[in-house]
Each structure stands twice: as C-alpha cells, then as structure tokens.
C-alpha cells in the first residue's frame, strides 16, 4: 500500500517561494503518475502540476504556469513542487497524489488518482 506524505508548506509573503515535499512509502513512485493538487475554501480541487509515470505527459494549470516545477527523485523516493512568485491567490491546502499507469490515464484529473497525502497548507500574505 502506497502512503505519501506531503512537507514544507507554510506561510510566506507575496512574491516568496515555498518546495513542497512528497516522500511515499510502501512502494516506488517511479511506476506511478504524480500530481499535484490544491484546494481553496470554498473552492474544487484543482490540478496544479502533474506528470505521468513515463514522464512524457505533463500538465500545468494555467495559473502557475512559469512559476510551479515538479520534480522528481527517485534515489529519495520523493517528489517535489518548486513554487515561485507566490501570490495570494495560490494559497490553499496542496495535495500530492499518485495514480497506478492504466489505458486513457487523463493526468491531473484528480479522479484518476489512487493515492493522497494529508495536505499541506500554503498560505500566501503580507
């Protein structure tokens, strides 16, 4: 059973940076896609930055398209979010989930994922 568990989230002003940490346990999260996820009050989960388990379908929202990287590192069985240029809008819980390789996969749609962490809170102000 795959568990992950997501790290470095907190407050930070306008215009600062924040890496999110997924570290996963129980298995290998290279033979699975990635995402990552945020959801505001009030506010549908939404796909921020995910990447498929071959690596050669990657999608954005968007919204922090320029400003969000996710990375990988499987020696440390993690996964990273660099996010730079926060901005207000962009504060919410961020979720890193994993979804098992399958026909018609559709990355970053968060049905398709199999996995989820706890969350972390990002929250973005002066």
């Known amino acids: 059973q795959l568990q992950l568990v997501e790290s470095g989230g907190g407050l930070v002003q306008p215009g600062g940076s924040l890496r999110l940490s997924c570290v996963a346990s129980g298995s290998t999260l290279d033979t699975y896609a990635i995402g990552w996820f945020r959801q505001a009050p009030g506010k549908e989960r939404e796909g921020v930055s995910c990447v498929s388990s071959s690596g050669g379908s990657r999608k954005f929202a968007d919204s922090v398209k320029g400003r969000f990287t996710l990375s990988r590192d499987s020696a440390k069985n993690r996964v990273y979010l660099q996010m730079n240029s926060l901005k207000p809008e962009d504060t919410a819980v961020y979720y890193c989930?994993?979804?098992?390789?399958?026909?018609?996969?559709?990355?970053?749609?968060?049905?398709?994922?199999?996995?989820w962490g706890q969350g972390t809170q990002v929250t973005v102000s002066s």
């Open positions: 989930a994993a979804g098992l390789p399958r026909l018609l996969f559709r990355t970053c749609v968060s049905g398709e994922y199999d996995y």
